[in-house]
């Protein structure tokens, strides 16, 4: 039986290429941006919404700046966790929930692939006053917005039907 539901996990047509495609368009992205504003360029220079290549040695909003190998372990222990959850409540075979965690676990690969083999991340995108952040970054937003949605409002247990059962007299 276990057999039976390994095969079922790993024919998930939500959450697998949810984290490819995911990851696929950060990377390329990246890339696309790397190539074209690496020397500096900003477009448009003056929007509220901006392209521009930047580096980030930190995390989310550039904290912990320079801490490439502590972002990197909790990275893979972050993914490990978000596939453990993906396990734990594939049971219930919730559609969102299985996208959400499949945005998160891809952006999460997008940055330590980044982490890994450049030792900072590729930021892109700036928003008004907002840190720079990439497509990565929007999913592990998103998909933490989308699992706190699924498992804290409509995965609430029902509340106890009353103890006393109305009857036609």
């Known amino acids: ?15 697998w290429p949810t984290i490819i495609v995911v990851f696929l368009l950060d990377q390329l992205s990246k890339n696309i941006v790397t190539n074209i504003f690496k020397g500096g360029k900003i477009w ?3 929007s509220p919404i901006r392209l521009a290549y930047v580096t980030n040695t930190g995390s ?18 972050g993914i490990c966790f978000l596939i453990y959850l993906y396990y734990y409540y594939n049971a219930k075979s919730k559609p969102m929930l299985r996208f959400a965690l499949g945005l998160m676990v891809g952006g999460a690969l997008g940055n330590l692939f980044d982490r890994i083999y450049q030792g900072y991340v590729v930021d892109f995108i700036g928003f008004w006053w907002w840190p720079w952040f990439n ?12 699992l706190i949605t699924v498992l804290f409002i409509f995965d609430k247990p ?12």
């Open 1 to 15: 039986m276990n057999i039976i539901k390994e095969k079922k996990i790993f024919r998930d047509f939500i959450f």
């Open 135 to 146: 497509i990565a970054d929007s999913s592990v937003s998103v998909g933490t917005f989308i």
């Open 158 to 169: 029902k509340k106890e039907q009353n103890k006393i059962k109305w009857t036609k007299h």
């Open 60 to 77: 989310a909003f550039g904290l912990f700046q320079n801490a490439t190998l502590f972002l990197t372990i909790a990275s893979i222990i």
């Open 44 to 46: 448009p220079e003056e």
